[in-house]
């Protein structure tokens, strides 16, 4: 077995090529490599981050959604207790106006019942002084005979 020079020449070459290839080309490859598994490993828990962040705004949404509609009801009934607040003040209203509506007009018969009493009263005893005037064909004095007649008339027709 002999060793040539040839053989130890080639294995000096092989050494010195594995070394420089190590140097040039796979110390970068490495470091590019690890690079792009930093970058890889980086995005990675980007995402991560974006899912929990996503989930985290899903649910304040969803919370956000339900206070909105919890206002919304609440406004809603709100709403509905006022209108039916107004609906009531507008119904007692009306039923007071009718009321004293009603109160005017009875109290505009009464006193037209009245006026109606007063002016038969006066035609009663303007009747009754030119009936006493005829039967008794004799002058009476005016102011005494009408004083006259009306208190009769106000003893019969009183309680008319």
């Known amino acids: 077995m002999s060793i040539d020079l040839t053989f130890i020449g080639q294995i ?4 010195a090529l594995l070394a420089l290839l190590k140097k040039l080309l ?18 990675l828990a980007a995402a991560d981050a974006g899912k929990e962040a996503k989930a985290k705004a899903d649910a304040e949404i969803a919370e956000q959604l339900k206070q909105a509609r919890s206002s919304a009801q609440d406004i809603l009934n709100a709403a509905e207790k006022r209108a039916a607040e107004i609906q009531e003040e507008i ?17 505009e018969m009464e006193a037209e019942v009245n006026r109606a009493r007063q002016a038969l ?20 004095d005016g102011k005494r005979h009408t004083k006259l ?7 019969g ?4």
Request: proline share 1%.
């Open 12 to 15: 000096v070459v092989f050494l």
């Open 26 to 43: 796979y110390g970068p490859l490495n470091e590019l490599m690890e690079k792009r598994s930093a970058k890889i490993a980086e995005g």
């Open 149 to 155: 007649i009306n208190d009769v008339v106000a003893q």
């Open 121 to 140: 009263r006066q035609e009663v005893a303007s009747l009754a002084i030119a009936a006493a005037e005829r039967v008794i064909d004799a002058e009476l």
């Open 91 to 107: 119904t007692n209203k009306a039923r007071n106006e009718a009321r004293q509506l009603l109160e005017a007009a009875h109290e």
């Open 157 to 160: 027709f009183g309680n008319a």
